[in-house]
């Protein structure tokens, strides 16, 4: 059971595009979600992460939206890099600090 | 600086072996987990520790084992190694109470044939 739906799979962007990954949960009871950036051969790192009490935020160029009514959070990059081509996680918990349901992963490519 | 670690990385193993796979973080986190991640899957939940003598199973466990003996280990054992168990392999770690942030090892690239 997929409780982390995590769409596209992959996505192209020419440089300074703005590529838009969404999720959609099942499970209520979530309250933290977080993005991970992974790169090739590297373990997933932590990118920037939301609470269901905002509809937004920011850091640098990373934005989360979140609508908690339609249980769907998405992340945009603002002035898309190469640097940023990597796969993408969404992920959910109930705490923090503890277990986390992943969505399937998108392969994001920055072309120059 | 405090880190995870994991071993070996990278690992070729035969069908009925058994394998353990080591994760070490010296950041002394309460919290431990142990994902795989396999392409159209993400990341899933094998196995997680809250503290020492703790282990929970998480979504797919069949097949696998965990021991806690004390904080900064969590070793993850394929007791009869099948060919679906080939993956790649994650730790993880995060504070009790703390930030949110889970920090994840380098991953093990484990193959059975």
């Known amino acids: 059971q997929q409780q982390v739906k995590q769409s596209p799979q992959s996505l192209i962007v020419q440089k300074g595009g703005i590529p838009i990954i969404n999720c959609a949960y099942e499970n209520t009871a979530f309250d933290y979600f977080p993005w991970y950036q992974q790169f090739p051969g590297k373990g997933p790192a932590l990118l920037i992460a939301i609470r269901p009490d905002v509809s937004e935020k920011k850091e640098g160029r990373f934005t989360i939206s979140f609508n908690k009514s339609a249980k769907q959070f998405s992340l945009h990059i603002m002035d898309s890099q190469p640097g940023d081509s990597a796969t993408y996680f969404c992920a959910a918990s109930i705490d923090g600090a503890q277990k986390l349901v992943f969505g399937q992963g998108t392969r994001l490519t920055i072309n120059p | ?113």
């Open chain 2, 1 to 113: 600086d405090a880190e995870i670690t994991q071993s070996p990385r990278h690992k070729i193993t035969e069908t009925g072996r058994q394998v353990t796979l080591a994760c070490h973080q010296t950041w002394n986190h309460n919290n431990m987990f142990w994902y795989r991640q396999d392409l159209g899957h993400g990341l899933r939940l094998i196995h997680y520790s809250y503290g020492v003598q703790d282990t929970n199973k998480g979504e797919v466990s069949d097949g696998y084992s965990v021991s806690r003996s004390n904080t900064e280990d969590l070793p993850l054992t394929l007791e009869s190694a099948a060919s679906s168990q080939t993956s790649v392999y994650f730790c993880a770690s995060s504070e009790a109470g703390g930030e949110d942030t889970q920090y994840f090892g380098p991953g093990t690239r484990l193959t059975v044939l």
